[in-house]
């Protein structure tokens, strides 16, 4: 239904009319900006209440432990003290694990998507298009059975054979990192990055000689960066948060990373789930740091992911 | 005397094998030196278990001894176990969810692309839940639903009939979990909306507006029609989500109390980690696969295809 807009009889009428519309539609919109910010700290306070129940319950040394509040009843930092200290795994060691698998994973599924991306962009080959619809029908396909198989793969290539103590954590991080270094999604977002670099530069690099090692270094990696940033930002929060497949797996409880470590401690901890939540919240605040300074990033890198 | 070379389009490059370097063999060596560590890892953690767990759904197997043909022994054994139903049902139970997570987050999606002062805050707050991992927001909100915890505190401070813990009762469990699935999966698809919204032209909304139509019409008549291929990805991603459903389980109830909250992968799960018999899991796995392809095609069907224009 569209709107009769008035008809000015003179133009002294029409600049008043013009001037009171224009006053109501800023009336409206004021209102309406009044409306969404109510809705929108409604949702935030949903979103957020929880984190913020347990940052606060953390920090409580005694009380009624579950019940909603809006300030501690008292401060303190015993809980962290003895999340620290009380558990038969050392705390700092799943914050070590965590760091080793984190590092080890982005390093890895970023090298290894940004190198793979690049013939696919960029070089002519046999077998080039064949490869590409292939990768891409692996992302449809169903992995239902991943978990299964790449528990029995993992075995049966050794990787949890115990010998000697330093060569079982190296293979066991490696078991952990493995099945995900092959980043499908990764791969998708830079041999997109990689189209709209422009050809006459790579032609121009190669006729000056330059190999391809180099050119992918020096050209498309620099070029690529911000999407590489999204990426790795991207992966940083995965293997940080990643718990099942480590759970799973890992039969040195030594080697957990922090999510999964934290569950183990929630099973052996139940009579103190107050440093259970000082450990939730040591366990967030690396994803919260890194999120801070890579949003922007980060949301272009989901945004592309959708796009394609 | 020069020449400029006649301008390829993207699509055509495709089709005569693409830009770059001649095809020469040491063009080729070099290509797949750079695709070869990727593409081992590949076959090795994503194409081999598809086979291979293909192969055990018709096998006896508990890893130490060979695997043993058994034909469809295993899917006979799915049909008449009573756990692997109602871990089928809770998982269909369990779509309920897509409507109301993808109408919610397009409404947020909608409210923070107002251009206004402090939005990013909102942006970023609606998506702490996202980033955060299963682990810790399933034990944040096992603690959220004790007998006296925060959910039941609040539900009492708004004069509402206070229940039990909502985890132990068999009535509640399932719908708990689902919540807490909605809660930290808005601001993905907020996310994914955004992009979409930002996606469609100003100028079709703007002379739209100019042309006189409210804003519930440019809403139904360009906003959402542009967002159909959006709508697509989320209402796929999330169909397949929710009948995939399993890590909040796994940290939440364990499929418990009395076996209320087994999902159809919790099933597949246990079979394989508790007992070992990943023969029987990998069948339940094969069906999971194909109900989620079922309903990926129903999706595509409902949104006419994600084509932008009915």
Known sequence: MLKARPAPAQPDSFAVTAARLKAKRIQRRRLTDVLAYAVLTVIALIMLYPFYWTLITSFEPTGNIYEAKILPKAVGLRNYAEMWKGT???????????????????????????????????????????????????????????????????????????????????????????????SIVGLFLLRQAYLGIPLELIEAARIDGASELTIWRRIMLPLATPTIAAFAILEF????????????????????????GLLELSGTFSTNSRAVMAGAVITIIPILIVFAFGQKYFMKGLEGAVKG | MTTTPRRVSRREQHRVGGTGAKVTARNTLIAYAFLLPFLILLVVYHTWPVIFGTYLAFTKYNIISPPQWVGLDNFKELWQDEQFWS??????????????????????????????????????????????SFAVVGLIWNWMYQQDGAVNTILRMIGLSQKGSFLNNPATALYAVMFVTLWKGIGYYMVLYLAGLQGISPELEEAATIDGASRP???????????????????????ISAIKVFEEIYVMTQGGPAGSTYSALFYTYSRAFQDFQYGLAAAGGIIIAVISIIFGLINFRLTRGGKADA
């Open chain 2, 87 to 132: 871990g089928l049902t809770n998982s269909l139970k369990y779509i309920l969810i897509v409507p109301v997570i993808q109408i919610l987050a397009l409404l947020v999606a909608l409210l923070v692309n107002r251009p206004m002062k402090g939005i990013g805050f909102f942006r970023t707050a609606f998506y702490v839940p996202v980033v955060t």
């Open chain 1, 88 to 182: 038969t795994v050392p705390f700092w060691r799943l914050i070590l694990n965590s760091l080793i698998i984190c590092t080890l994973g982005v390093t890895l599924t970023v090298t290894l998507a940004t190198l793979a991306a690049y013939p696919l962009a960029k070089m002519r080959f046999p077998g080039r298009d064949l490869i590409f619809y292939a990768i891409l029908a692996l992302m449809v396909l169903p992995n239902e059975s991943g978990l299964i198989v790449n528990y029995i793969t993992t075995i049966k290539l050794g990787l949890l054979q115990q010998t000697n103590p330093v060569i079982d954590a190296i293979r066991q991080y490696l078991a952990v990192v493995l099945p995900g270094l092959a």
């Open chain 1, 237 to 260: 929060v995965a293997y940080w948060n990643s718990f099942l497949w480590a759970r799973i797996m890992l039969p040195d409880k030594n080697l957990l990373p922090l999510s999964a």
């Open chain 2, 217 to 239: 019409q440019v809403f139904w008549n360009i906003t959402l029609p542009g967002l159909r291929p959006t709508i697509l990805v989320c209402s796929l991603l999330s169909t």
